[in-house]
Nanobody, 126 residues
Framework: QVQLAESGGGLVQAGGSLRLSCTAS????????VGWFRQAPGKERELVAA????????NYADSVKGRFAISRDNAKNTVYLQMNSLKPEDTGVYYC???????????????????WGQGTQVTVSS
């Protein structure tokens, strides 16, 4: 089973940028679709962005389209989430998850995945 670790979170002012990394260990991430999710206090976990194992297909929540970009470097066993023009409403704990089955279950609740990371906090101040 693949283990995932997120990094890159922190405190940033509105309008700033962060790049999150999701690094896998235990096995190759090459055959996994990967999603980034976030959960704000008192809210349900939501999909932010997802990418197929090949990287050819990506999906984004409407609220982040044009501001966030998901990418992967299979040689480094890592998936990235570049977040630009951050807003206070982007605040939350960001998780990555990897699914080896079809891509669809990763895109909608209950967000079926084989592995989840522990999360990294992103706080955007106004």
């Amino acid at each position: 089973q693949v283990q995932l670790a997120e990094s890159g979170g922190g405190l940033v002012q509105a309008g700033g940028s962060l790049r999150l990394s999701c690094t896998a260990s235990g096995r190759s991430l090459n055959t996994y679709a990967v999603g980034w999710f976030r959960q704000a206090p008192g809210k349900e976990r939501e999909l932010v962005a997802a990418i197929t194992w090949s990287g050819y297909t990506t999906n984004y929540a409407d609220s982040v389209k044009g501001r966030f970009a998901i990418s992967r470097d299979n040689a480094k066993n890592t998936v990235y989430l570049q977040m630009n023009s951050l807003k206070p409403e982007d605040t939350g704990v960001y998780y990555c998850a990897a699914g080896r089955r079809s891509y669809g279950p990763l895109l909608k609740p209950p967000y079926e995945a084989d592995s989840w990371g522990q999360g990294t906090q992103v706080t955007v101040s106004s």
